[in-house]
């Protein structure tokens, strides 16, 4: 809200305005003559108690060829199930696999990874690369598809709306026979709240983005 427009030397800024009450989340983005975009975010949760936390974009799930990453993996994560992976540089096909159903196809494409140093999301059109200057990113690589569950449909996670994710706090993943908050204290909710809306105690994330191919 209330975006201003104006210059730091030879970058231009274009950044919202602080409010209290009406315009407390703050958002700026950095435009370098190189032409990397840096994209800088503080902000608070909109309840006590949430699913997720972070920032989502738009991108057509259909001009997706894979991702390289810096991070770990190979495998996806969920709030209640970070351990496994190794940290380093994972390359990654694109597939709409769901666990365990036919065809199948691992590790998974779709869903949240953890420890984002930088990544490379390869498209049919056009390639980028994102980076971050923090250790505790979550990158969200679209929804996956809807797994066939018992009649209790306990392990579908929840995602948030838009197609790439750039997240502070994801969600966690029920079984067959519990929802996520049964499974113990990672699988419950992320709780932040701050009633003043101080700016030095809000999320903040920095990321840079590379159009140039």
């Known amino acids: 809200k209330n975006f201003k427009l104006s210059k730091r030397g030879e970058e231009v800024v274009i950044a919202s305005t602080f409010d209290k009450k009406e315009s407390y989340n703050m958002l700026e983005w950095t435009i370098y003559p190189s032409g990397i975009v840096k994209m800088k975010v503080d902000y608070f949760p909109t309840a006590y108690f949430t699913t997720f936390v972070g920032?989502?974009?738009?991108?057509?799930?259909?001009?997706?060829?894979?991702?390289?990453?810096?991070?770990?993996?190979?495998?996806r994560v969920w709030k209640n199930r970070m351990k496994g992976n190794e940290f380093g540089i994972w390359s990654k096909e694109f597939n709409n696999s769901a666990t365990g159903e036919i065809p199948f196809a691992y590790p998974e494409?779709?869903?949240y990874y953890s420890n984002l140093y930088w990544a490379k999301i390869n498209a049919k059109n056009h390639?980028?690369?994102?980076?971050?200057?923090r250790e505790d990113v979550f990158l969200r690589l679209f929804t996956p598809k809807k797994s066939k569950d018992t009649e209790w449909d306990n392990m579908s996670p929840t995602f948030p709306t838009g197609d790439i994710s750039f997240m502070n706090g994801i969600s966690a993943i029920g079984t067959k026979?519990?929802?996520?908050?049964?499974?113990?204290?990672?699988?419950?909710?992320?709780?932040?709240?701050?009633?003043?809306?101080?700016?030095?105690?809000?999320?903040?994330?920095?990321i840079f983005f590379d159009f140039k191919n």
């Open 177 to 206: 026979t519990q929802k996520p908050e049964t499974t113990g204290p990672m699988g419950m909710k992320h709780v932040f709240y701050d009633f003043e809306k101080e700016p030095a105690r809000a999320l903040n994330m920095t």
């Open 55 to 75: 920032m989502n974009f738009s991108y057509p799930e259909n001009e997706v060829l894979g991702v390289e990453y810096m991070g770990s993996g190979p495998n």
């Open 127 to 133: 390639t980028f690369k994102v980076f971050t200057d």
């Open 109 to 111: 494409f779709k869903g």
